[in-house]
């Protein structure tokens, strides 16, 4: 089914006026734990996905594909939300300390 040219421009503009979704998550690979931060969390798990059931590991820390054959599945869990009203250098500074914490408490790997 052909979309339109105004449903394609409407769709694009959506895209670009969308909000980042600041968030610390956290990716299980069977019983491994790594801690990132990333502005889409569903795109991180999409991408996840994908390298790793294709193999093509690039971006992914160590271990990740090796746990991943083991286990066969990824999940990404949202366990901290960043306030959307702090300064890009604000939320930097935070989310560099919240991944501190979040490594320490879920005894994860920084990714």
């Not at 909000?19 to 491994?32: E, F, L, M, T, Y």
């Not at 991943?68 to 990824?74: F, M, Q, T």
């Not at 560099?96 to 914490?101: F, G, Q, S, T, V």
């Amino acid at each position: 089914m052909a979309v339109s040219k105004e449903n394609r421009r409407a769709a694009k503009a959506a895209w670009i006026e969308r909000k980042a979704d600041w968030s610390i998550c956290a990716v299980r690979v069977g019983d491994a734990v790594w801690v990132k931060s990333t502005s889409d969390p569903a795109a991180l798990e999409r991408r996840l996905s994908f390298m790793l059931r294709t193999g093509g590991s690039n971006g992914a820390p160590a271990g990740m594909q090796a746990a991943y054959r083991d286990a066969g599945e990824v999940r990404v869990e949202v366990v901290e939300r960043m306030d959307e009203d702090l300064s890009p250098m604000a939320r930097d500074t935070a989310v560099k300390e919240r991944l501190a914490h979040w490594v320490e408490t879920l005894g994860a790997t920084r990714f």
